[in-house]
């Protein structure tokens, strides 16, 4: 038996079967790359999902985590620590939130939007507001509450029934002006739909949804959980609009590849939870706070939020010339970017960039998502070309 035939069978045997057969079993990372255990380096363009905002290995990173962890790891929500107030302010100042903003903390995106789902629940005075609205094709998490959010029936079917109370509209301003009326609470979106295929919203989307929740006193809600911590150029999503939501979900890149998620608020929405209607033992500690503050602190230090305007653009541009059959073209923001493909071979892909040193994933059949970390440069986007070219020209001649 191989040493790949070995950590396979132990895959195989003992972790839950919730996901499929990793693709490699890797072993260090450093900057943009990692190496598996045979050896084998990656120009990682995936930086965990959109998480790995620094890269691996960060010197930041990697002082934040031994110097918390040597001082204060936990202490439970019962007390109050530097880096957690520190964070609070931090994240609502990049928001813009203002005076009233405020911040809450878990452990993942799925906690922020569970978090986000019961504040639209308490958003119903008088007990009219029932309703709770989402895209078709949006994603928010899986526990039972976000993946009730999620418009995706596939993810749905096997664990209904679902918390109640949840419509799922198409991402146009029709639907909007048709759907949200004095019984929604809440309207949940993506300002880009990572999971869907790097999907944006219709120009003047946001602008509209912002308008009509106001009107009509529902909560306007943006699930920045992939888009957040300047991936798409500016320090959140929303901002590319010019509005000013009720309150965001944040995640992924904010931790750098520490756990956390969090619940920022605005105005109003500030005031609906009180003493003890939601919590965590772990969310806020003060180890997963010292990270994201410093996380946060490095990426404004280095001016990554326009680096990742810069290098977008560039990718963006280098997909658009490539000689290849197979590419529709690009889409998305910033560091988070769709690759369109004229065939349903985005599967097949991936496991040839693998093959050619090169982690990108499939949105779906048709589309390749690529999210690399922030601090990438000139040499990584002509590397990122490169590499992709060969997994292109490898799927193209088995066609």
């Known amino acids: 038996m191989t040493d790949l035939d070995g950590w396979r069978a132990r895959v195989d045997r003992r972790i839950m079967r919730s996901l499929g057969m990793p693709l490699a079993k890797l072993e260090r990372g450093l900057g943009a790359r990692v190496w598996d255990d045979e050896g084998n380096e990656y120009l990682d363009f995936l930086a965990g999902i959109a998480v790995n905002s620094l890269g691996h290995a960060h010197p930041v990173f990697v002082d934040a985590v031994t110097t918390q962890a040597a001082r204060l790891a936990h202490v439970s929500n019962y007390f109050m620590t530097e880096p957690a107030l520190e964070l609070a302010e931090r994240i609502t100042r990049l928001a813009g939130a203002g005076d009233e903003g405020r911040a809450w903390f878990g452990n ?8 986000a789902f019961k504040l639209a629940r308490l958003n119903n005075s008088g007990g009219a507001r029932t309703r709770v609205l989402a895209l078709v094709d949006a994603f928010h998490g899986r526990t039972m509450g976000s993946l009730a959010l999620t418009g995706k029936p596939h993810m749905r079917e096997a664990f209904e029934p679902l918390p109640g109370g949840v419509e799922h509209i198409d991402a146009t301003i029709e639907a909007l002006e048709a759907s949200v009326d004095d019984g929604v609470a809440a309207l949940f979106v993506e300002p880009i739909q990572g999971e869907a295929g790097v999907v944006e919203l219709p120009d ?8 009509l929740t106001h009107k009509h006193g529902a909560l306007l809600v943006v699930d920045e959980i992939q888009t957040g911590a300047g991936r798409t150029g ?8 010019g509005i000013t939501p009720d309150a965001i979900t ?33 969310g806020g500690n003060p180890l997963a706070t010292a990270v994201a503050n410093a996380v946060l602190g490095e990426i404004e230090r280095a001016g990554l939020v326009e680096n990742a305007a810069l290098r977008g653009r560039q990718i963006r541009a280098r997909v658009e010339e490539l000689d290849s059959p197979l590419v529709a073209g690009a889409r998305g923001r910033g560091l988070l970017i769709g690759i369109g493909l004229t065939e349903p071979v985005a599967g097949a892909l991936v496991d040839e960039a693998i093959r ?17 970390p922030l601090i990438i440069d000139d040499a990584d986007v002509d590397e990122f070309a490169e590499r992709f070219t060969r997994a292109l020209d490898a799927v193209a001649a088995r066609m």
């Open 250 to 282: 944040v995640a992924k890149g904010i931790g750098g590849g520490f756990p956390i998620g969090g619940l920022v608020t605005f105005g109003h929405a500030s005031s609906l939870y009180t003493k003890g209607q939601h919590g965590s033992t772990f």
């Open 234 to 241: 500016d320090w959140f999503a929303f901002q590319h609009a």
């Open 108 to 115: 993942s995106g799925a906690e922020a939007n569970e978090a």
């Open 204 to 211: 003047g989307f946001l602008v509209a949804a912002r308008a």
């Open 356 to 372: 050619a040193g090169l982690i990108v994933n499939a949105a779906n059949d048709s589309t390749i998502r690529i999210a690399p």
